[in-house]
């Protein structure tokens, strides 16, 4: 038998009230503050007993003998299961957040920018941010313009507003003119993965044909490596961290192969991964809220809250969920606006 399975629902109201009152207080919470804090109609010694339970199936923990009783991981995850189940609307601060950042249509890239702003504000903490993977961005139209006689730079206009520039330089002067025909031939309506279906006239320099494919594979690159990162010293002015606490999550923040890693694991969004769940070694204390955002109904990316695991974890959701369902919002319209 499963423990968790032994917990009646009398229990359960004082696991999640006991938690509920320690990310309210950050001090340990008594028996009498439960009773307190809540409409059991029992005694004191039955919230003991039932306290001492809890602590027992790993729930609680207790720092010494006579004092209070404080969450572990599992009972976090307790209450973050019993919270969510009970969110059906998540629109409660919509008019608040909204009035704050707007979010409006214009450059790409500095809306995804001010939506991680605003939600790092919001929730005083790091925010972790996918650009959308480029694979799913039709380009519109490429533009190349000499700067010298051999110095050029590409632009790539894409969907949605996002403008990619890329500066080449070679060996002599060359027809800048057919090689921005050739790179509208194998890109304009098209995104760069399915790129190889389309055929070029015979007759193409073979040299121009090269260098659109070593500009091609520049910009798959280039997106590559594309993550907005904000709020690092918000986060850590929020919290009472240590030397090494603040060297880890320094570390952790500057490495987008292991930023990535934790977005690739949330396998089912939208995720919260509480302490020890997120596997980020040395960063414990803190949880990682996981949403993405869509293009009509295809994820586009994901976005990343990270804060202190003592936190009102409905207040940080329903900030995270409003502000994907805004970024939603946005590329959807856009798309159909485009599309006209």
Request: net charge neutral; aromatic share 10%.
């Amino acid at each position: 038998m499963r423990r968790e399975s032994r917990i009646n629902e009398r229990q359960k109201k004082i696991l999640y009230c006991a938690v509920r009152e320690y990310i309210m207080s950050k001090r340990p919470v008594s028996s009498e503050r439960v009773l307190e804090a809540s409409d059991l109609s029992c005694s004191g010694a039955t919230v003991r007993n039932d306290l001492r339970k809890l602590e027992y199936l790993g729930y609680l923990h207790q720092p010494h003998t006579s004092a209070g009783r404080i969450p572990t991981d599992k009972g976090y995850r307790f209450y973050v299961d019993e919270t969510l189940s009970l969110m059906k609307e998540y629109t409660q601060r919509s008019s608040s957040i909204y009035s704050k950042y707007p979010i409006t249509f214009g450059d790409m890239e500095k809306i995804l920018e001010g939506a991680a702003m605003a939600l790092s504000k919001i929730a005083k903490g790091a925010v972790i941010l996918e650009k959308p993977a480029v694979e799913k961005l039709k380009i519109l139209r490429v533009a190349i313009a000499p700067v010298t006689r051999t110095y050029y730079v590409v632009s790539m206009v894409m969907e949605l507003g996002l403008v990619k520039f890329i500066p080449f330089r070679t060996f002599q002067e060359i027809d800048y003119l057919s090689l921005e025909s050739i790179m509208n031939q194998l890109l304009s309506g098209r995104n760069i993965e399915n790129m190889s279906d389309r055929i070029l006239e015979s007759e193409i320099d073979q040299y121009l044909i090269d260098l659109s494919e070593y500009l091609v594979n520049t910009l798959k690159e280039d997106f590559r490596n594309d993550l907005i990162k904000v709020g690092i010293d918000t986060l850590i002015n929020a919290e009472d961290f240590d030397v090494e606490e603040v060297r880890k999550l320094s570390n952790f923040f500057s490495d987008d192969l292991m930023l990535r890693k934790v977005f690739i694991n949330a396998k089912e969004i939208p995720a919260v991964l509480i302490g020890s769940e997120h596997g980020v070694s040395g960063l414990e204390n803190l949880a990682f809220f996981i949403d993405g955002y869509k293009k009509e109904d295809k994820l586009m990316g994901k976005v990343m809250a990270i804060t202190s695991k003592v936190v009102r974890y409905e207040d940080i959701f329903n900030s995270l969920r409003y502000m994907t369902s805004r970024l939603t919002e946005y590329f959807t319209v856009a798309t159909r606006e485009e599309g006209k």
